[in-house]
Structures are given as C-alpha cells and as structure tokens.
C-alpha cells in the first residue's frame, strides 16, 4: 500500500510532499478513523531501554528535522515511535535557506537537504511542548522528547554557546533530554564548533546550568559524519572532559562518493547534507569508533542509512542503545517502526 502512496507523493516537491502527508496524518488522528493507525503500534515489556537515565518504551526513534516545531507529537506516538527528537531550534525563529532546499535520490533510497534550521523560534515550540504535554494524549504518552538546539545563522561563532543556552533554559522543562547541533553542513561555520575548545565552551556553560537543576538533563552531541581521525579523537578527549550522557551518530554528509544517481542531476542540485542509505556504512564505522575508544562507557544513539530491519538491528547488536529514522521514513512509511521493534522482539524470545 505505502509503495503506492509514496509513488503519488514522490509526484510532489519534497517539502511539499512532507507537510502534506502531516497534515493528512493529523486529520486522521483527529478523526473517526484514527483507530486504523493502531495497527502501527507495537508494545511489549522486553522491548523498554533504560537509557540516559530515562526510560523508554521502545528504542525506535525519529530524528530531528522532521517535526521541528513540536506540531505534531501526537501524531508521531500513534505511529509508534519511542522518542521523537524536535528541532532543530534555535534562540529566534528563521526561515532557513532559501527553497528548493530538500531534493530526494530514489536510486539511492537518499535525500539531500539544505534547510538552515528553519524553525518557528526556542519560545514558540516551547510552548507547542507544554500545551501537548498538558493535553490529554500527551498527559498518557510514555513517548520521550529530545530537544535537538543549535544557533541562528546571524550569531557568530564565538557567541554560539549564547544560543545553546538560551534554547537549553527555554526548553528544560519541557524535554526529556538535549542534543547539541553542531554538525549540520547547512549553516556556515558550524562544524568549525566541532572543535574541542568550542566543545568544551558549550557543554561546560550548559553543564552549569544542568548542575543547578534539581533534575539535570541528559546532554548528547550530535557529530558529522565527515570529520577527520584526529578531529575524532579530540571529540573522545572532550567527551572525556565534557559533562556528556551521550552521542548521537551521526549527521548528514557532504561527500557525494558512490552514489548511483549520476553527476548532472548532483550538480544542479548543489550543496547540501547527503542522508539515507549511503550513510549506512561510515555510520556504523563511527559508531564502533567510538564505542571502541570509549570503551562503550558512553550511550550512543545510532543514526544515518537506518532504512530496515536489519539496519537497525546491525547498530542496535554492534552497540547502539538507541536508533533513529528518517529518511528511511519517508522511503519505507510508517509502518517502518512496526517492522523494526517485531524484528528486535522476535529477537527477543
């Protein structure tokens, strides 16, 4: 069935095609029909983690980007996602790169985004948080939060660590846990904060705040794909200095190496973060990397080129404690968190 209405939506601009298929899935919540979403849910006991501190019911999630004003959470738990991770936000609402900005590769089950962390601003998602944790499907939802934040295009990078903790005071009561963005290709200059002493600045300001907390948050970093092996053991430095429950691995890349579309069609496209099946192999190579130097001290989420089952899976086995979805949502629909948590519960028994 979802074969068929990816081919009618795949019709349509991407960004066009996304927020469609949303609102259509709101309607649906919201409407007599919503029980046919019940056949996307799975629930049983050996499928809950605890991680970070947190509990969650299952370890499927979806990854930032794809609801990043918090618009649609109870939509999201109906198809059966144990967290879902919003943003990314930042301090002021900005309306991101220009458009086109989102471009799909079928023959390579990947997508290419410029989007610039466009989003509605930290205070308006805030309180689209607070208003579907005080509704009545949010007051029953076991569903985890991630508050996935990073900096407005116009702040430098010197001030960066300004924005994070604005989102991260704004946001704190309302999330579960946080992620640090410094990984994305699509503002200039953010990987340049990749670097230990932006690292260090960031998490140590956010880490303060954390202590005074009666209930500190979990605080993950998110890093790109591409970084070089001596940028990578400077992350394992940091993460050893840093007040950090976590990493999330990893980003969208920049390399267009070894994909099946071919170049014209690339290079009218341009720049842009690559994710998708393509990621699947350097992820999984990240995320032994880190595992391995950290002698697994560290929880990792596992993200890029989760399409199936069995990727899921490979990182969940190699280590991962959690995983994440997107592009392989748009490729597989949204029985795609159905058809991993069956896998890992046959597993299971």
Not at 63 to 87: H, M, R
Not at 113 to 128: C, E, L, P, S
Not at 145 to 170: L, M, P, Q, R
Request: glycine fraction near 8%; aromatic fraction near 8%.
């Amino acid at each position: 069935m979802y074969p068929f209405i990816r081919g009618i939506l795949f019709l349509l601009e991407p960004e066009k095609a996304h927020h469609l298929s949303m609102k259509l899935l709101k309607w649906i919540n919201r409407s007599p029909l919503s029980f046919i979403l019940r056949i996307f849910r799975t629930e049983h006991k050996a499928l809950e983690r605890n991680v970070f501190g947190l509990r969650f019911a299952n370890p499927v999630g979806l990854g930032a980007g794809f609801d990043k004003n918090a618009q649609y959470l109870s939509e999201l738990q109906a198809l059966g996602f144990g967290f879902v991770e919003i943003g990314t936000v930042t301090p002021l609402p900005q309306p991101g790169n220009e458009k086109p900005r989102l471009f799909r590769l079928p023959k390579d089950r990947a997508l290419i985004n410029r989007m610039g962390f466009n989003n509605a601003g930290v205070d308006t998602i805030a309180a689209n948080i607070r208003r579907w944790r005080e509704s009545d499907k949010g007051k029953k939802s076991k569903m985890i939060i991630g508050g996935n934040i990073g900096k407005n295009k116009v702040t430098s990078n010197e001030d960066a660590w300004k924005d994070y903790v604005v989102c991260f005071e704004k946001l704190f009561d309302h999330v579960d846990y946080f992620v640090v963005n410094v990984s994305s290709p699509n503002t200039p200059g953010l990987r340049e904060l990749q670097q230990k002493s932006s690292l260090l600045k960031i998490f140590g300001e956010i880490g303060n705040i954390n202590k005074s907390k009666k209930h500190p948050k979990p605080v993950l970093l998110k890093i790109a794909p591409d970084l070089a092996e001596e940028d990578l053991i400077d992350i394992v430095s940091a993460c050893g200095e840093m007040d950090i429950s976590g990493l999330v691995i990893s980003n969208t890349t920049v390399s267009r190496e070894g994909l099946l579309t071919s170049s014209e069609p690339l290079l009218k496209i341009g720049a842009g973060g690559l994710s998708g099946a393509p990621l699947k192999s350097r992820s999984s190579q990240l995320l032994e990397f880190f595992l391995d130097k950290t002698a697994r001290k560290i929880s990792v989420i596992a993200s890029g080129g989760i399409l199936t089952a069995s990727d899921a899976m490979e990182r969940l086995n190699a280590g991962a404690s959690l995983v994440q979805v997107w592009t392989g949502f748009v490729y597989e629909g949204p029985s795609i968190v159905k058809n991993i948590l069956k896998h890992l519960k046959t597993e299971k028994q």
